[in-house]
């Protein structure tokens, strides 16, 4: 579907994406694939080129922050540090983007990596490893926790144990990244909100950014159960909230998982209804963690099941209308400039 672009002029920093080439691991999922997986496939092979097209489609997208996903890890680092490789490639994309010669916008200005917390204090050498790829741009990790007692809602390859975050070596290795500075982002389904507010208490120094709005369910054993599980997802944002350690990505919302839309890809659903039907997630955040904690974000190419990267961002816009000019810009890029250590890119 395609829109006119609204507020073609206001700066963007999209702070969550990906860059994968799924292509090599599909044997690792054999047939009948997971729905998860099945949404994935019409963009198996995602890097520099798509998405540089994606950011050129109409808003002015600034810069971006990479969010890792596990893609381009090396296996020649040990098992450890093989999650090295994948900020290596991703630092060669800034690199690439930041020549100019393939438009303004600063792709991957922030690089999140990932380490495996699970390490204990045995992590700070993978964390430093991470720098070291990349020492301007890498800024902290995710380690993403997602799980529950129904396997279908995202297939058991992407299950984390369960209480990952209440793990007692899990918040050894943690205790690891206030000791650099670095920052983490959480990733969890909306019933394990309880998990990151316990995490953030214990670490007050330590900045966090909750993925997707928390992730509200509609598939699986959650199928038509958004609104009875609103004023639950609610209560515990708003607690959240109460962390001021912890900021919000205002988006998500489009993956298969929340239902919000039900069909994809990119569902040819315009912005005015997407907006509707975000709304009440987006604005309940907005009002937990202040405009000056909460960040729009695409999670591209996976929100790509429900919306085009122009159609998602009017659907922002819309949501944002009433805001007052700043803080549409700290909605829209002050603010992960700020948490993600970018400044520079709107100076």
Not at 269 to 282: D, K, Q, V
Not at 294 to 311: I, K, L
Request: net charge negative.
């Amino acid at each position: 579907m395609t829109e006119a672009i609204l507020e073609p002029d206001l700066p963007i920093i999209d702070p969550h994406h990906h860059l994968w080439d799924l292509r090599p691991m599909l044997p690792m999922f054999p047939e009948p694939r997971h729905r998860f997986i099945e949404t994935l496939l019409p963009v198996a092979h995602y890097t520099f080129d798509q998405f540089n097209a994606e950011v050129a489609s109409g808003h002015n997208i600034v810069a971006t922050v990479f969010m890792e996903c596990g893609a381009f890890y090396n296996a020649a680092y040990g098992d450890a540090k093989k999650s090295v490789g994948e900020v290596e490639f991703v630092n060669g994309v800034a690199a690439q983007s930041a020549s100019g010669l393939y438009g303004n916008s600063r792709l991957c200005a922030g690089i999140i990596g990932h380490a495996d917390l699970q390490l204990g204090a045995a992590a700070g050498e993978v964390l430093d490893a991470l720098q070291a790829a990349s020492p301007d741009r890498f800024k902290g990790i995710r380690h993403q926790g997602a799980w529950d007692a129904d396997t279908d809602v995202l297939g058991p390859p992407f299950h984390a144990p369960p209480e990952l975050y209440k793990n007692t070596a899990f918040r050894e290795g943690f205790a690891e990244l206030g000791k650099r500075g670095m920052s983490f982002d959480a990733w969890i389904l909306e019933p394990q909100l309880p998990d990151v507010i316990d995490l953030a208490r214990a670490f007050p120094d330590t900045p966090i950014c909750l993925d997707h709005c928390g992730t509200p369910l509609g598939m699986a054993s959650y199928s038509g159960k958004l609104e009875e599980r609103f004023d639950i997802w609610r209560s515990n944002i708003i607690e959240l909230g109460k962390c001021e350690n912890v900021m919000v990505k205002l988006g998500g919302l489009a993956m298969h998982n929340c239902a919000l839309p039900k069909d994809g890809p990119a569902a040819g659903i315009g912005s005015e209804e997407l907006a509707r039907l975000w709304r009440p997630y987006i604005e309940t955040c907005i009002e937990a963690f202040g405009a000056d904690r909460a960040m729009f974000e695409s999670n591209y190419p996976v929100d790509r099941w429900g919306a085009t990267y122009p159609v998602l961002w009017n659907a922002f816009k819309r949501i944002a209308s009433g805001a007052s000019d700043s803080e549409k810009t700290a909605l829209f890029a002050g603010n992960a400039s700020r948490f993600y250590r970018i400044e520079e890119v709107l100076a």
